[in-house]
């Protein structure tokens, strides 16, 4: 299987081929600008040094500053960052806010260190970083295993070494220090607008959606709760430890009680317990991964049997697994689309720092419909005019942004 960025690559070489894309615009869209990789030395809780390898790709602002979340995961490695920087350049272009791609993480369990441990690494990763990154500069953000908290820690540390409070440093604050409301359910609030939207285009009745959730974090939670107040049924949902199943539909907000006391989905009343294998197989016509990448691939693809996909994670599916479903009339909603609700509210709290004034969660959610809807329905369009998936019409719309940029400024 080619590596996470050879696979971002040909995807951008395909829409290119398609869009007749010429040879000087795309060389500038197949490099990142710039690839910094740090040494952070944190003090451990016990007295020794350790030092911790931190990354930082900025690939491309042509459309402004770069974006892009930092992860804090053992499986952190630079290739995956520079997918991960050029996915968030090709999604800022197709929700069209004036961001470019950008990406950091750290290699590190978080689950091994303690809290202060983790402090200290958060305020280090600034350290290493803080000459690289600013509110005109390049914006980080929450990702995989890094929260409100670890962005109210670099953020003081910035401005501690700036000298005065920049809250625009980063997004994904408490709203206490700069932060934005509705900021953090706005990846699956976002996901679920866009789904919404497709289950009405598609004419598919409410009471025969039955949704199975890949992932019980934050983003696929908020999803699973959003969508079944709405009145969508939600059968199925999994964490690490195992899924859960009722036919009949899962009580939401029951589960995350339960998980928040158990540390876990398993055991549910009412539920059957099922090892995660198994939740591709199930009958359901909805499903929406929520966790890592390359969870579906060509070993497990030809277990699912869904009208569509909604891809709430980051590349959960392989190029040769989309063509399969592709092939069998599945629709999936790529991620640089269905979960682009994240940055697109880290957007609005960058624009609420630098104005120094606030907005209700009404107007946060508005815009954010507003901007979700709009980009679907270019996407869709575009979909129709190629006769391609959701997620090549999606790179055209992104590419065709990037391209006119480039030639306007006459780079």
Request: one cysteine or more.
């Amino acid at each position: 299987m080619p590596s996470q960025f050879k696979q971002a690559l040909i995807q951008l070489n395909q829409t290119a081929e398609l869009m007749k894309i010429g040879h000087d615009e795309l060389e500038m869209l197949r490099k990142p600008d710039r690839v910094i990789e740090a040494s952070l030395p944190v003090e451990m809780d016990d007295g020794s040094l350790k030092v911790f390898t931190g990354y930082r790709v900025q690939y491309n602002n042509i459309r402004g500053p770069y974006k892009g979340g930092i992860r804090f995961h053992p499986k952190v490695n630079l290739d995956e960052i520079k997918a991960l920087a050029f996915w968030m350049m090709i999604k800022c272009a197709v929700v069209d806010i004036p961001y470019g791609g950008a990406k950091g993480g750290v290699t590190v369990d978080v689950k091994k260190i303690s809290q202060k441990e983790l402090e200290r690494l958060s305020r280090a990763y600034i350290r290493g970083f803080a000459d690289f990154i600013g509110p005109d500069i390049d914006i980080p953000a929450p990702d995989v295993y890094t929260n409100p908290q670890i962005m109210a820690w670099m953020m003081d540390e910035y401005s501690h070494i700036k000298g005065q409070n920049v809250y625009a440093v980063v997004t994904g604050k408490p709203v206490e220090v700069g932060g934005s409301l509705g900021r953090d359910t706005a990846t699956g609030q976002g996901g679920f607008y866009i789904f919404e939207q497709l289950v009405k285009k598609i004419k598919l009745p409410k009471n025969k959606v039955a949704i199975t959730v890949l992932g019980f974090g934050n983003v696929g939670a908020n999803f699973a709760l959003i969508a079944s107040q709405a009145g969508y049924k939600v059968v199925a949902v999994s964490d690490s430890r195992g899924s859960i199943y009722q036919s009949a539909g899962l009580k939401i907000r029951e589960v995350l009680a339960h998980k928040r006391n158990t540390g876990s989905v398993i055991n549910f009343k009412g539920t059957k317990n099922i090892i995660n294998d198994k939740l591709l197989s199930l009958p359901a016509n909805v499903l929406v991964p929520a966790a890592l990448e390359n969870c579906i691939t060509e070993y497990n693809v030809r277990k699912i049997n869904v009208k569509i996909i909604l891809e709430l994670a980051n590349g959960p599916l392989t190029p040769q697994a989309e063509k399969r479903l592709f092939k069998k009339g599945v629709v999936v909603i790529p991620d640089v689309l269905a979960n682009a609700g994240g940055v697109v509210v880290s957007y609005f709290e960058w624009v609420q720092n630098i104005r120094h004034f606030y907005w209700e969660s009404a107007k946060v959610e508005a815009n954010l419909k507003n901007k979700m809807i709009t980009a679907l329905n270019q996407v869709w369009q575009t979909a129709e005019k190629y006769k391609v998936g959701l997620r090549t019409a999606a790179y055209i719309v992104a590419i065709e942004k990037l391209v006119k940029a480039l030639k306007i400024r006459g780079i």
